[in-house]
T-cell receptor, first 110, second 115 residues
């Protein structure tokens, strides 16, 4: 079992829908990243958070350290949001380690 | 102006060959990274350099050797290429030298195919 699990693996939505992508992890962490990988392959860093909530435009990321869970929300989704969303945690343990989830593929249809 | 650039974009080569992938960043960042994304799209960090010094070397075969001539460049040299090395390799950089906690900026990736 991977130390970082994302759900769902695949998600199809209609334009305008509210989207939630989940990330659960089984290790102690200092922080968590959300990344977006476009269909063309390019990767963009969306958020880095260690507590609470961050918002950027239509994207909101939350983290609950006690429950070892983070969510990425997209409000008023648009076809251009179609991408793979990847969660990565900065795990404790001797030296810090960056551990990635397998990603959630989001398709937003017009 | 491309912030993090990689060359080549595609690389097709035979098993056993030696090849290099170049990475340059013009952001003035101190830290650079190499990642491997396998056929299942799973990302894994390989190396991290801070100001030309190796910080992190995850469990990567010693056929892979990063070289950092200056803090704006981190090249990846691979000896004796194997089929399992086929993947997309991403370079990234970040400003802060505290590992992983700063925003990383990714290059466009290099798709390596070993035949």
């Amino acid at each position: 079992k991977n130390e970082v699990e994302q759900s769902p693996q695949n998600l199809t939505a209609q334009e305008g829908e509210f989207i939630t992508i989940n990330c659960s992890y089984s290790v102690g962490i200092s922080a968590l990243h959300w990344l977006q990988q476009h269909p063309g392959g390019g990767i963009v860093s969306l958020f880095m958070l260690s507590s609470g909530k961050k918002k950027h435009g239509r994207l909101i990321a939350t983290i609950n350290i006690q429950e070892k869970h983070s969510s990425l929300h997209i409000t008023a989704s648009h076809p251009r949001d179609s991408a793979v969303y990847i969660c990565a945690v900065i795990a404790f343990g001797g030296s810090e380690k960056l551990v990635f989830g397998k990603g959630t593929k989001l398709t937003v249809n017009p | 102006d491309t912030a993090v650039s990689q060359t080549p974009k595609y690389l097709v080569t035979q098993m056993g060959n030696d090849k290099s992938i170049k990475c340059e960043q013009n952001l003035g960042h101190d830290t650079m990274y190499w990642y491997k994304q396998d056929s299942k799209k799973f990302l894994k960090i390989m190396f991290s350099y801070n100001n030309k010094e190796l910080i992190i070397n995850e469990t990567v075969p010693n056929r892979f050797s990063p070289k950092s001539p200056d803090k704006a460049h981190l090249n990846l040299h691979i000896n004796s290429l194997e089929l399992g090395d086929s993947a997309v390799y991403f370079c990234a950089s970040s400003q802060d030298n505290r590992r992983y906690t700063d925003t990383q900026y990714f290059g466009p990736g290099t798709r390596l195919t070993v035949l």
